[in-house]
């Protein structure tokens, strides 16, 4: 499992305590953590997860996310979410909360408000345990970038453009 935390003081506990302990996709299996996005200044010491990948080598750290199954980001704050499309790109589901813009348009179904544990920790079972469950959550993610490639994305923004120069 890919996944990132807020940066914030704290906020590695909440996403370390909806991790723990999941549920094996089968029997005898394990879900290996992998901590993907940090910087040396915001990783935490203290429970180091099974794997770590900063941002550093962007080669090495598109291949080792492309071999992950399922993403989670706990984001206590409004942003676009750079890890989530990157994700949906690779066909990687991703639970998140509402704080991520791309969480709630790329995977509304596994996106929760942030205080809504239950409903977090739920949703990253499903994806884990229901194999067809991942296989649509990640279908639906691919599909949803579509609006935003690069394609895609230059004739909105020249559009957007002329129409304010006018």
Known sequence: MAYQYHRYDGHWEIAKML?????????????????????????????????????????????FLSTCLWGFEYRTHAAASRFI?????????????????????LFPDITFPMDDFDGIREALEHLITDDN??????????????PYSFTN??????????DRCQ
């Open 19 to 63: 991790m723990h302990n999941l549920p094996p996709p089968q029997e005898g299996g394990t879900v290996l953590r992998a901590c993907l996005g940090y910087t040396e200044d915001s990783f935490p010491t203290f429970d180091m997860p099974e794997l770590v990948m900063p941002f550093t080598d962007w080669g090495k750290y598109a291949y």
């Open 85 to 105: 499309m990157e994700c949906a790109a690779l066909g990687i589901p991703v639970v998140s909360t509402d704080y991520s813009y791309l969480g709630t348009q």
């Open 133 to 146: 469950f991942r296989v649509q959550q990640a279908r639906q993610g691919m599909e949803g970038l579509v």
């Open 153 to 162: 994305a230059i004739p909105r923004f020249m559009k957007e453009l002329n």
